[in-house]
């Protein structure tokens, strides 16, 4: 015999059509067989009407008592402790420097590329999928798994590549002083087994790989690591988008939610990528990191 609040579930998925009195008649008589905890939830759902709506959201409210402790137990300790630090590692507070770069967006301002949230929102799209941000998730996420296969050769690999591919002086500064600070940081305040050790493999440490290191060395899923670490490097890019324009918080905020479709299809794709499949067609972005060392007024460093 089906567990009875399953049992329940399918009767009320049976009866959507029928008048709330029948459907409720039904239930006080199953109820008789079920926990209080289920009980309690078939009270709740009889003051409500019998749309197919509302019933399709209370079949996963009855479970008992057990099922929902083996629900929440299935946040293990250690994803809770990862997404705390996915969170910390890449919030604005976390002092790396990020707000004193552009990415060049500095120069497309002031060259007339970027001026409304529109023309913000297409630059930072193009530099999501087809420059620096695919080409950092990339390495992101080939050193993580270089550091949880314990595959030091690869790391280093990955590591020259990455720092290889910056093309202009002053984003060379950006990624290689952040990806600095970050380590610093870490390993101040959440250092962990190996992480030193481990760090002494790289030359030369860029960002993206700083945060691949880390994420991967205290235990750190990928798949969320690398959504947040899109997420704030898109963020830092509009943060100083919104200070040049500039913009206002509403429609910075526009420009942050129209791209969360492509800063989740960029970590897609970048999760299935080889080395191989690494490259940039932003030519205009990265001729405006170069134009930026000799612009006349600035604010920012890149």
């Not at 078939?42 to 959201?57: K, V």
């Not at 963020?235 to 129209?258: E, F, K, Y």
Request: net charge negative; charged share 15%; with cysteine.
């Amino acid at each position: 015999m089906p567990n009875p609040a399953m049992y329940m579930a399918m009767m009320i998925m049976t009866t959507t059509a029928i008048t709330t009195t029948v459907t409720i008649i039904i239930m006080v008589t199953a109820a008789t067989i079920m926990p209080m905890t289920t009980r309690m939830t078939i009270i709740m759902y009889m003051t409500s009407t019998a749309a197919t709506t509302n019933i399709i959201m209370a079949i996963p409210m009855l479970m008992t008592t057990s099922e929902r402790t083996r629900s929440l137990e299935a946040m293990t300790e250690l994803d809770s402790a990862g997404l705390y630090r996915v969170l910390t590692w890449l919030s604005p507070a976390f002092p790396v420097g990020g707000f004193s770069y552009s990415g060049g967006i500095e120069w497309a301002v002031e060259a007339g590329d970027i001026s409304d949230a529109a023309s913000l929102r297409g630059w930072l799209s193009v530099m999501l999928t087809d420059g620096s941000g695919f080409c950092d998730a990339v390495f992101l996420a080939h050193v993580h798994r270089a550091v949880e296969l314990g595959d030091m050769e690869a790391l280093r690999r990955t590591a020259e590549l990455a720092a290889a591919f910056v093309p202009s002086r002053e984003r060379q500064l950006e990624t290689t002083a952040q990806g600095r600070a970050f380590i610093e940081i870490v390993r101040s305040a959440w250092n962990c087994d190996g992480l030193d050790q481990t760090v002494a493999q790289c030359e030369t440490v860029v960002y993206p790989v700083a945060v691949g290191l880390v994420g991967a060395a205290h235990g750190v899923s990928l798949v969320p690591l690398l959504h947040g670490f899109l997420h704030a490097l898109t963020s830092n890019w509009i943060s100083a988008g919104s200070r040049l324009v500039p913009l206002g918080q509403t429609d910075s905020q526009r420009v942050l939610g129209a791209l969360e479709p492509i800063v989740a299809a960029t970590a897609e794709r970048a999760l299935r990528a080889s080395l191989d499949e690494i490259g940039s067609s932003t030519f205009r972005a990265d001729l405006a990191s170069l134009r930026h060392e000799t612009q006349y007024t600035r604010l920012f460093r890149s």
